[in-house]
C-alpha cells in the first residue's frame, strides 16, 4: 500500500505561482515515472506532467510554465507552477504514470482573475 500526500496548493491571482509537493509512504526511486495530475469540477482528472529519473514531459497546455521534479531521498516529487491562469484552477494530484496507487484527497489550485 502507497500513501501520496499532496500539498501547496491554494488561492494565487493570475500570473502568480505556486509549488506543489508530494510525499509518497514508499521510495520513489522504485517508481520509475511519477506524474501530476489534475481535475476540474465536471472534467476527467488529465496528465499534467511525468518525470523518470531525469527525462521529463509536459502536457501541451502547461508546456513552458510548470516544471515537474523529484527528490529520491525525501521520497517526494514537485510541481511548480509559473504563471498560473484561471485554467489552471482544479484539484491538483500526485502518482505514478500509469497511475496504480489509491490516489491522495489532492491540493487545491484556485486561480483569480
Known amino acids: 500500500q502507497v500513501q501520496l500526500v499532496e500539498s501547496g496548493g491554494g488561492l494565487v491571482q493570475a500570473g502568480g505561482s505556486l509549488r506543489l509537493s508530494c510525499a509518497a509512504s514508499?521510495?520513489?526511486?522504485?517508481?520509475?515515472?511519477m506524474a501530476w495530475y489534475r481535475q476540474a469540477p465536471g472534467k476527467e482528472r488529465e496528465r499534467v506532467a511525468f518525470i523518470g529519473s531525469t527525462a521529463t514531459s509536459y502536457a501541451d497546455s502547461v508546456k513552458g510554465r510548470f516544471t515537474i521534479s523529484r527528490d529520491n531521498a525525501k521520497n517526494t516529487v514537485y510541481l511548480q507552477m509559473n504563471s498560473l491562469k484561471p485554467e489552471d484552477a482544479a484539484v491538483y494530484y500526485c502518482?505514478?504514470?500509469?497511475?496504480?496507487?489509491?490516489w491522495g484527497q489532492g491540493t487545491q489550485v484556485t486561480v483569480s482573475s
Open positions: 514508499i521510495s520513489i526511486d522504485s517508481i520509475a515515472l
Open positions: 502518482n505514478s504514470f500509469p497511475a496504480k496507487y489509491d
